[in-house]
T-cell receptor, first 113, second 116 residues
Framework: LAKITQPISMDSYEGQEVNITCSHN???????ITWYQQFPSQGPRFIIQ???TKVTNEVASLFIPADRKSSTLSLPRVSLSDTAVYYC??????????????FGKGTHLIIQP | NAGVTQTPKFRVLKTGQSMTLLCAQD?????MYWYRQDPGMGLRLIHY???????AKGEVPDGYNVSRLKKQNFLLGLESAAPSQTSVYFC???????????????FGPGTRLTVT
């Protein structure tokens, strides 16, 4: 299983760009990197997924360096509603199984006015 | 579509009692998962299923059993509950991309279980 490390908490302000980094030194060749957002009393919600370089969608960007030992979730111009816990997930989900899926312990992002 | 639903939302058990948590999805997803979430521990995979009639162990399977008799349902059973199984349980499902992989999982709202 991949060993995943991410900061326990981060603070920022409305309108700022926030970058959350996840470390996964023993990531396997076939592993993808996925980020989820979770609000209190709700299930996690998918944000973005990538394998290498950069991926961007309407809510976030994901930067993955060439060695893939870390990844950075970038949230542009955050608002108060972005206050949540963000989880990094590493693993392969293919027809062969899912027992390699590993979540990080989560980063509690607090956005202040 | 209701997405992923979980029954019940809350439950209190005494040590040694048994119960079954039900997860249902209406998205025709192949993969289904059961996780537990404990403070400071993130989400840990208990069991998962890659299709109807199949199940496999995840990271923390001890003390739990699962069944996937129908594609849309995934049941998690606790035969003899212990206080260490006090947790929030999440079910999730995901689709299989042709020729690829996907970690985009759709989660249910969770079941809060307390074992006294």
């Amino acid at each position: 299983l991949a060993k995943i490390t991410q900061p326990i908490s981060m603070d920022s302000y409305e309108g700022q760009e926030v970058n959350i980094t996840c470390s996964h030194n023993n990531i396997a060749t076939n592993d993808y990197i996925t980020w989820y957002q979770q609000f209190p009393s709700q299930g996690p919600r998918f944000i973005i997924q990538g394998y290498k370089t950069k991926v961007t969608n309407e809510v976030a960007s994901l930067f993955i360096p060439a060695d893939r030992k870390s990844s950075t979730l970038s949230l542009p111009r955050v608002s108060l509603s972005d206050t949540a816990v963000y989880y990094c997930l590493v693993g392969e989900r293919s027809g062969g199984g899912a027992d390699g899926l590993t979540f990080g312990k989560g980063t509690h992002l607090i956005i202040q006015p | 579509n209701a997405g992923v639903t979980q029954t019940p939302k809350f439950r209190v058990l005494k040590t040694g009692q048994s119960m079954t948590l039900l997860c249902a999805q209406d998205m025709n997803h192949e993969y289904m998962y059961w996780y537990r979430q404990d403070p400071g521990m993130g989400l840990r995979l208990i069991h998962y299923s890659v299709g109807e009639g199949t199940t496999a162990k995840g990271e923390v399977p001890d003390g739990y059993n699962v069944s996937r008799l129908k594609k849309q349902n995934f049941l998690l059973g606790l035969e003899s509950a212990a206080p260490s199984q006090t947790s929030v349980y999440f079910c999730a499902s995901s689709y299989l991309l042709a020729g690829g992989t996907s970690n985009e999982q759709y989660f249910g709202p969770g079941t809060r279980l307390t074992v006294t």
